[in-house]
């Protein structure tokens, strides 16, 4: 990246599991470390995001970086880094947390500023404008709240993506973490042919449509394919 302009390839988009990208990032960094650094992950096994994962990687490596070297400008260098998710319509936010020194107001204006955001001293702030302009490639957004030995929570927001998750078969319960994830989501369901509903209970149709209603998923019937317009 230079200075204010993306010199990256566009995103190569994939359903990226959340938890396991972010022990990586932990795990590269040395966290938790047994000096008194504290890590802690509060992401779903289930939550995907929709982003290009060694850009998304990068967002996460730098933001956590970040708030290691916030903690190590403290005496003692003793602290906790927490990353936690949570889903926002058809969005991720994901915090990246901690409870160093935080961030003077003076600094937050140019945070995510080249050579003038940096929060300590020396620093170039470069990775944060990094993250800044990757997470906006992906279609993101990136922030912080922070003020002054409060700490600091830096946040951006990623396009939730799909899993592989099946519903089980027959009148078994679903696990909340599944319902979880196909909440808000908009589903298209094609039927197929008469010969291949054949095969298929002719209450199937019926028991599908009573079970997304007790989901308060609205349902909308559209014309057989046979009868759509060219």
């Not at 927490?82 to 409870?99: C, E, H, K, P, Y």
């Not at 470069?126 to 929570?153: C, D, F, N, R, W």
Request: hydrophobic content about 40%.
């Amino acid at each position: 990246l230079r200075f204010g302009r993306a010199e990256e390839a566009p995103p190569r988009r994939e359903s990226t599991p959340l938890r396991a990208l972010v022990a990586d990032v932990g795990e590269g960094l040395g966290l938790p470390r047994e000096d008194g650094i504290a890590w802690s992950v509060e992401v779903g096994d289930a939550l995907h995001v929709d982003a290009d994962r060694g850009q998304l990687y990068r967002v996460l490596s730098n933001l956590c970086r970040n708030a290691l070297q916030a903690i190590e400008q403290q005496e003692p260098c003793k602290g906790h880094i927490r990353v936690a998710a949570a889903r926002n319509g058809s969005r991720v936010a994901i915090d990246v947390q901690d409870d160093g020194p935080g961030v003077p107001e003076k600094a937050r204006a140019h945070l995510f500023q080249a050579f003038q955001g940096s929060a300590r001293k020396g620093g170039t702030g470069l990775g944060l404008v990094i993250s800044k302009q990757l997470a906006e490639l992906m279609g993101g957004a990136v922030g912080v709240e922070s003020a002054p030995g409060k700490g600091s929570t830096f946040w951006f927001t990623a396009r939730l993506g799909k899993s592989a998750t099946f519903l089980p078969a027959g009148p078994q319960p679903v696990e909340q973490a599944v319902l979880d994830e196909i909440r808000d989501a908009r589903i298209l369901l094609v039927e197929a042919g008469p010969r291949v509903l054949a095969a298929f209970p002719p209450t199937l149709s019926e028991s599908a449509l009573r079970s997304l209603e007790r989901l308060h998923v609205e349902v909308r019937l559209g014309k057989p394919v046979s009868e759509c317009d060219e």
